[in-house]
């Protein structure tokens, strides 16, 4: 019984931020940062060459498609925070990396209303408004103390950052993160 009561409090407090306006651009389609895995995406997208880079709090795991009708290329990525599997954050980008990537003819990733590659920067502007700003990144954090039977944790933590790249006033490239720590 307890097991099955410490599943739910861990269940609930991961979900705890669920209806924050800025999460919705922490999901892309079905896939969720902090919830899918690498392999998840592997096993929907098929199967591309998996980049380990780093180590320890530097460590990076990651995949990297080209979508061909929409002509961007995507990069999950799961670091440190995620444990070499579950997605932290995904890359959107115009230009090639220089890692090898996957060809998908047609996926329909279903990307944001408002915030896609292409965007002029004064619209980019317009839906992070609201976050704190540090240097080139534009970051949401919440900080909710929570009831657990664990006496040692009584916080949980968001992040989520945007980090854009613009050329000619259009944006090219956007990684964004999520983190949650207790």
């Not at 979508?67 to 070499?84: R, V």
């Not at 990537?101 to 292409?118: A, D, H, T, V």
């Not at 408004?129 to 949980?156: A, P």
Request: hydrophobic share 40%; proline share 2%; charged share 30%.
């Amino acid at each position: 019984m307890k097991k099955i009561f410490f599943v739910f409090i861990l269940f609930f407090i991961t979900n705890i931020f669920a209806n924050t306006s800025i999460e919705k651009y922490t999901k892309l389609g079905e896939f969720k940062l902090n919830k899918t895995s690498l392999k998840e995406i592997l096993n929907t997208l098929g199967k591309t060459n998996i980049i380990k880079s780093g180590d320890a709090a530097n460590s990076s795991t990651r995949i990297n498609y080209f979508i061909k009708k929409d002509n961007y290329y995507i990069t999950f990525n799961s670091s440190e925070m995620g444990g070499g599997d579950i997605i932290t954050s995904f890359i959107i980008y115009k230009n090639a990396p220089k890692e090898p990537f996957k060809i998908i003819e047609n996926l329909n990733l279903q990307l944001w209303e408002k915030l896609y590659i292409g965007i002029e920067k004064k619209e980019f502007l317009k839906i992070v408004k609201d976050l704190k700003k540090d240097k080139k990144t534009y970051f949401y954090e919440k900080n909710k103390k929570i009831k657990n039977i664990n006496k040692d944790i009584d916080e949980e933590n968001l992040l989520i950052s945007f980090t854009p790249k613009f050329i000619n006033n259009k944006l090219v490239k956007i990684e964004i993160y999520k983190v949650i720590t207790y």
